[in-house]
Structures are given as C-alpha cells and as structure tokens.
C-alpha cells in the first residue's frame, strides 16, 4: 500500500453490525473491514454516527474498535468515534478507544447544549490537552445543533494534536473559506459524498464516506483519480456514483446503507431503536440503485469502457 498522510483519501464510516438478538455481530464486522481492506480503502471510521454510536453502550464501543484495530493489524489506520455533549465524558471516550486501538480520534461538535464559538474551542482544546491521539473535529450542524466556524476552527488549527476537521455542513462556501484560510497541513474531508470532488477540488483532501461501506474500490479511485489531478476521471467516477451517494440519505442514515448492505448479503438488517428499517419506497430506491451499480452481484462498479472522460461542452 502506498504511504499517504495518515487521514487522507477515502475513509469508511463503518456500519455497526447487529445479529437478530440485537447484540453486536462482532463476524459480520470483521468481514466488512477485510472488505474494506481488500477494496483499498484508506482508513477506517468505526463508531460514528453511520454506526449507530449513539445507541452503543461504553463497552460495544471499544469491542467495535478493538475488532476493527485487529482485523486491520496495522494496513490501515482506525479512526475512532469519540464525541458528545459533556468535554470530560469524551476526554474518558479517548482514552477508552486509544486502549482499544484506535489510531486517531474523529470527535463530534457537542449536540444539543449548542456552546459559543468559545465554548467550541475550548471543548476541543481540553480533549486535545488530555488525549496524545491525533483529533479529527466533526462539523455537522444539521446533527448538533451548531457550526464551526472557519475562524474558530483557524483557532483550532493552532493546537497541536488537533489536525483536521470532517466539514458536513453542506455549505460548499464555507468548505472553500476553510480551504483558504487554513493551514495546507490542517487536513479538510468532506462529510458527504456528493461534495467529494468539489470540496477536493478547492483544497480538500479526501472524504468520510457513507457509500464507501456499499462501494469502498469505486469511492477510493474516485479520490485518488482528484488526487493525482486527473479530474475528468474522478468526474466520471463521480457522475456513476451520485444515483448511490443520493439514496444513502432518503432517509436518516444509516438506515438505507444498512438495508444496501442486507441485500448485498454482507449483514443481516438490523437495527436499534430509535431508528427502524426503511419505508417500502425507499427501500426500492435502495435496491434499484445498488441493483444498477452491480452491487446485488457482488462486483463493484466500474467505469464503462470508452468512457467520455474528457470535459463536457457547455451548451450556448
């Protein structure tokens, strides 16, 4: 595997797997990040929101890390879920996901007390003080109630240990402000798929990914082709892959990417309350857009041959 800047690329929020009983299915995990692996995905995400984090008790979160850290054994880096609304509770998470394994931190706004930008910096300063995990700042307002913003995470920016940010704010102007006034070395992924390549294109360095779960080879090549500047590839990986980046979100996710990864026979469907199995339409737009990427064969998709690669003609 090519030596990259550790959290760059395409990294997977990983599903939690659950068996019918409603207990971790600790098999199930172990093969979707060989999976992942074998799909040549970057780095891995377990314990986010994709994976239902919120309803995992203290001691499921370390047995997910602690099993997606063996089953990597060191090929890729682990990226743990580590956030919440009280700064001593994480700072006590971190040191929980660093005993299991975990390589770096990716921690959350807090959700629901909605700090001041004050409050902000000084919540992210505090985990970065007690923690010698490298910190990855999750930015996504429209779960936490409140935003980062660029100027205070340029504060961030500044404290060592703390070296990028998951940017879901779904506001591509302030995707490129952060971009601009940032350290190059301060690491910007997107949090959503569909932004990927344009968040790329004005500075960021690769993405957490929800369709990398159903997709991780696609979504890898995706980002190297911008990567290696080569953008009417990634283009064109990007126009194949927008139908699935889409219907990840016709309802809360992870909700469909798990009923994606049921029909693909990687996991059984099960979730815990208070999310349930997808309505009978969106479950047929799961299946339809996995069905026409290949997905419920078992293949990943690929860039028909004799593809038009190079830039579209704008029309008069």
Not at 160 to 174: C, H, T
Request: aromatic fraction near 4%; proline fraction near 8%; include cysteine.
């Amino acid at each position: 595997m090519t030596t990259r800047i550790p959290w760059t690329g395409c990294g997977t929020a990983l599903v939690t797997p659950f068996t019918q009983g409603g207990a971790l299915d600790e098999p199930a995990l172990r093969r979707l990040v060989r999976r992942q692996i074998d799909g040549g995905i970057h780095f891995l995400v377990p314990c986010g929101t994709t994976g239902e984090t919120p309803t995992l008790s203290r001691d499921e979160r370390m047995r997910v890390v602690r099993t997606v850290a063996e089953e990597a054994a060191g090929r890729v880096p682990v990226l743990a879920g580590a956030g919440g609304y009280s700064t001593d509770e994480v700072c006590h998470l971190a040191d929980d996901m660093a005993e299991a394994g975990a390589t770096g931190l990716l921690s959350v706004a807090p959700y629901y007390n909605k700090p001041t930008q004050e409050g902000l910096y000084q919540h992210f300063r505090a985990i970065a003080a007690h923690t010698p995990l490298p910190i990855v700042v999750y930015n996504v307002p429209g779960r936490t109630g409140c935003n980062i913003e660029p100027g205070t995470l340029r504060r961030l920016a500044g404290i060592p240990g703390i070296v990028g940010v998951k940017e879901a704010s779904g506001n591509m102007f302030q995707i490129a402000e952060v971009c601009r006034a940032l350290p190059e070395s301060f690491l910007v992924l997107s949090g959503d798929d569909a932004l990927t390549l344009p968040a790329m294109a004005v500075g960021g360095r690769g993405v957490i990914s929800v369709a990398s779960n159903e997709a991780p080879a696609s979504m890898s090549a995706m980002v190297e082709a911008v990567e290696t500047g080569d953008f009417a590839r990634a283009r064109a990986w990007h126009n194949l892959l927008l139908p699935l980046m889409q219907v990840n979100f016709v309802e809360s996710n992870p909700i469909p990417v798990k009923a994606a990864l049921a029909m693909m026979g990687l996991i059984e469907e099960h979730y815990r309350l208070p999310l349930v199995p997808p309505a009978d339409e969106a479950r047929a737009r799961v299946r339809q857009a996995i069905e026409a990427l290949g997905l419920l064969e078992g293949r990943e998709p690929s860039l028909p041959a004799g593809a038009p690669l190079a830039p579209r003609e704008c029309a008069a």
